[in-house]
């Protein structure tokens, strides 16, 4: 296998992370030993982040980051987050209380990873509870999701730390072309970050683009 990122790896076409908990599938993925090393194939059909990778895209991640991810959903790709950040920290963030019941399951094998139910759109809300992080990451699908970013980024993104939201335009608007949303959001992020890379998700995701960015 090749590293293509800190703990990212490529075989053929396929993406896949060192499984940090051992044995353990999550969601059914195909694992896969490898000199004596057990990895875990990471699908870009379910995970944007894995997507934006496969395009070129290099988040700044490494084994002793620590991470805000906002909008965790069911944990799948926070799950491979946190095989990337092994010797550091997920604070994985949803207020789904459905989706944070399957949430807690996936952080009960991992002991670099903490989950809260709460209210993205409100960090003062955990403010008290989550650490300055070094990477941010996004997938929130609600209208006003880049001022939660930059809220969000406000308060916990150490200064130097990178970034990445995941925009969906039909969330801020169904009917507008999605190519002068992504526009306008690029002009929205670089009024307060710089603007490193942006990578739209097609054939995997409709009408989404993802951003890196660096906070100044």
């Known amino acids: 296998m090749k590293e293509i990122l800190p703990g990212v790896f490529l075989e053929g076409k396929k993406l896949y992370t060192r499984n ?3 044995g353990v599938r999550h969601f059914d993925e195909q694992l896969v ?26 988040p700044e991640l490494n084994a002793g980051s620590k991470v805000l991810y906002l909008g965790s959903a069911h944990g799948y790709t926070v799950s491979y987050v946190s095989d990337v950040v092994r010797d550091g920290f997920v604070f994985a ?19 670099n990873m903490a989950v ?3 209210d993205a ?4 809300s955990y403010y008290h509870l989550v650490s300055a992080a070094e990477f941010v990451y996004q997938d929130i699908a609600q209208r006003h999701q880049v001022k939660i970013f930059l809220r ?6 150490r200064k130097g730390g990178t970034a990445c939201i995941a925009v969906k335009s039909r969330s801020i608007d169904s009917v507008r072309e999605p190519k002068k949303i ?11 970050l710089r603007v490193m890379d942006s990578r739209l998700l097609e054939p995997y995701q ?8 660096r906070r100044k």
Request: with cysteine; charged share 30%.
């Open 20 to 22: 940090l908990a051992k």
């Open 33 to 58: 030993m490898h000199e004596g090393v057990e990895y875990r194939n990471w699908d870009p059909r379910s995970s944007k982040l894995a997507t934006v990778i496969l395009k070129g895209m290099k």
């Open 93 to 111: 963030i949803d207020f789904a209380p459905r989706v944070v019941r399957d949430l807690v399951f996936v952080a009960e094998a991992r002991p």
């Open 116 to 118: 809260l139910l709460a």
């Open 121 to 124: 759109s409100r960090p003062e």
């Open 152 to 157: 969000n980024i406000s308060l916990f993104l």
């Open 182 to 192: 992504f526009a306008e959001v690029r002009k929205a992020l670089e009024a307060e």
């Open 206 to 213: 409709k009408d989404h683009c993802m951003f890196l960015c």
